[in-house]
């Protein structure tokens, strides 16, 4: 069966420091990768997804970037983060469109 | 503009009490509409898909349906395991097969 890990759980940050957050996903090839951010009081909104290794796409402008190096591996990374940034980041996959998302657990990030 | 709207924001029942949420949709072009479960602290767990109208699915206590304006969720004698947040989302021919637009969910809190 597949699985989708996400690391850390949570994370505080002060403003202007770095970010990476990691996902990998197992037991299936080729899948559709997600990244949300569900604010309180807010549905999830989409930041990127990518269907293949090197291909991003951004549904956001923001002050964050996303990769995927391997098949099943996508980064979720800042250069400075702001404390707009806060909130609770999830990472999805797929196995392709119009299929459901399955999600992880999620990172908790505080900017402080 | 595409929107999801999800009612009531919060439900309390009592074990036994069945009852309904409401997902109503403007969107041009549904392609698909998603429900999910969250725990406190979780990633949404995936639920049903539904494609058209008239389709219904069903899943222990949960009954999902579909018209063309709007989903229910209907809940048959819940029991306390049933409390959580209950999130629906759409994906539109005009947002792409990609992008799932989700609601800002109904608190269902089911009472022993």
């Known amino acids: 069966s597949q699985t989708i890990h996400q690391w850390p759980a949570t994370l505080v940050q002060p403003v202007g420091s770095p970010l990476s957050l990691e996902c990998t996903v197992e037991g299936t090839s080729n899948p559709n990768l997600y990244w949300y951010r569900q604010a309180a009081g807010r549905g999830l909104q989409l930041l990127f997804y990518s269907v293949g290794i090197g291909q991003i796409s951004s549904e956001v402008p923001q002050n964050l970037s996303a990769s995927r190096p391997q098949d099943r591996q996508f980064i979720l990374s800042s250069k400075k983060l702001l404390l707009s940034d806060s909130g609770f980041y999830l990472c999805?996959?797929?196995?392709?469109?119009?299929?459901?998302?399955?999600f992880g657990d999620g990172t908790r990030l505080s900017i402080l | 503009e595409d929107q999801v709207t999800q009612s009531p924001e919060a439900l309390r029942l009592q074990e036994g009490e069945s009852s309904s949420l409401n997902c109503s949709y403007t969107v041009s072009g549904l392609r698909g509409l998603f429900w999910y479960r969250q725990d406190p602290g979780k990633g949404p767990e995936f639920l049903f898909t539904?494609?058209?109208a008239g389709e219904e699915k069903e899943k222990e206590r949960l009954k999902a349906t579909l018209t063309k304006k709007e989903s229910f969720l209907h809940i048959t004698a819940p029991k306390p395991e049933d409390s959580a947040t209950y999130l629906c989302a759409v994906q539109a021919a005009q947002t792409g097969a990609n992008n799932l637009f989700f609601g800002t969910g109904t608190r269902l809190t089911v009472i022993p």
């Open positions: 999805a996959w797929s196995k392709g469109p119009l299929q459901p998302q399955h």
């Open positions: 539904l494609y058209s």
